[in-house]
């Protein structure tokens, strides 16, 4: 990979959010700030790509004046530049239904994510009223979320991945930060091989494997690490502003 910016420019930087972009305090450091700022001078687009929802990640987008592309709720919506959805994937209700009584089957904390707002071990009195996006579990027990995990691929009816070893996220299948990175790559007329994209658990694996170059965070999962194509420092070491600096911000 030492060879990477002799034959590929990097047009496009996709980041992950928690663990990646923003600190162990869920903020951006100065060195990470001045990093993207260069490459945006430099003509780089910079986009989120994030399991958050669009309400916990506009602010972030803002503050660092980024005016390009979100990808959020891990692809199932993508956002434009003026902020208006561009596409949007949802869960089947029955299934959310039906992951939620898992929860309750095996006593587990859960969330949702729905196009209003994000539910906490709790969900509306008619879910069926909702358009949803995401469902999520976190579950403590090693044993038992590998009971849920098996329950959940039984089902072949999602797309399965997390952002702390803790947890679950589900998705409908097919949908993932890889594919909505590619319909933003699409309408941009950027080729994947010359886009960088930065992350630290399960749900950004299909984006570093996707991306011309995969970069794992010092603080990744192990299996992220062995995927990405580099590695950096960690989140609480301006691990995004090394990754700009080695393979953005040369020449």
Known sequence: MENFKNDVEIKLVALDM??????NKGKVSEGNRKAINAAKEKGVIVILSTGRSLLTVREHADDLEL???????NGSEIWDEKRELVERNIVNPEHIQWM?????????????INTERTWHNEMPEDLHKSDWLKFGFTIEDDVTRELVYQELTAKSEFELT????????????????ARGLSVVCSRLGIDMKNVMAVGDSRNDLMMIKEAGL?????????????TADWITATNEED???KAFQKWVLVN
């Not at 928690?18 to 600190?23: A, E, I, R, S, V």
């Not at 005016?67 to 959020?72: H, M």
């Not at 070893?165 to 930060?177: D, R």
């Open 67 to 73: 005016t390009s592309y979100l990808v959020t709720v």
């Open 100 to 112: 939620w009584e898992l929860s309750k089957q095996h006593k587990t904390k859960f969330w949702a």
């Open 239 to 241: 691990g995004v502003a």
């Open 18 to 23: 928690d663990g990646t972009l923003l600190n």
């Open 214 to 226: 995969g970069v794992a965070m010092g603080n990744a999962q192990e299996v992220v690490k062995e």
């Open 162 to 177: 997390n952002s702390t070893m803790k947890n679950i996220e589900v998705n409908a299948a097919g949908i993932h930060k």
